[in-house]
Nanobody, 124 residues
Framework: QVQLVQSGGGLVQAGGSLRLSCAAS????????MAWFRQAPGKEREFVAT????????YYADSLKGRFTISRDNAKNTVYLQMNSLKPEDTALYYC?????????????????WGQGTQVTVSS
C-alpha cells in the first residue's frame, strides 16, 4: 500500500503564500493521479487540484484557479501545492490523495490513499 506523507502548512496572514508537499512512498500503476482536497470545519471535503502522472495534466477547482498551483517532482514522487494570495476562507485541513485510472478526479470517493492532512490557517 502506498503511503502519502504531507508537510508544509501552518499559519499565514491574508495575502501570504504557503507550499504544501506530499511525498508518496512509491508509485505504482494504481496511482494514476494525485490531488489536493481541503476540508473546513463543518463543511464537506472539497476538491482543490489534481495532476495526472502520465500526461502531467492539471485541473483546478474553478474558484481557486490563478491562486493555487499543483506541480510535481517525478524523481521524488512528490506533489506540491503552491498557494498564493491566501484568504481567510482558505483556512482548512488540506489532504493529498491518490486515485486509480477511470475515476472522477473531482470526487473524494475516487481516491484510495490519503495523506495525514495538514492544517492551513489564514489570519485576516
Amino acid at each position: 500500500q502506498v503511503q502519502l506523507v504531507q508537510s508544509g502548512g501552518g499559519l499565514v496572514q491574508a495575502g501570504g503564500s504557503l507550499r504544501l508537499s506530499c511525498a508518496a512512498s512509491r508509485r505504482t500503476v494504481n496511482e494514476y493521479g494525485m490531488a489536493w482536497f481541503r476540508q473546513a470545519p463543518g463543511k464537506e471535503r472539497e476538491f482543490v487540484a489534481t495532476n495526472i502522472w502520465s500526461s502531467d495534466s492539471t485541473y483546478y477547482a474553478d474558484s481557486l484557479k490563478g491562486r493555487f498551483t499543483i506541480s510535481r517532482d517525478n524523481a521524488k514522487n512528490t506533489v506540491y501545492l503552491q498557494m498564493n494570495s491566501l484568504k481567510p476562507e482558505d483556512t482548512a485541513l488540506y489532504y493529498c490523495a491518490a486515485r486509480r485510472a477511470g475515476t472522477s478526479y473531482a470526487s473524494a470517493l475516487s481516491y484510495h490513499v490519503w495523506g495525514q492532512g495538514t492544517q492551513v490557517t489564514v489570519s485576516s
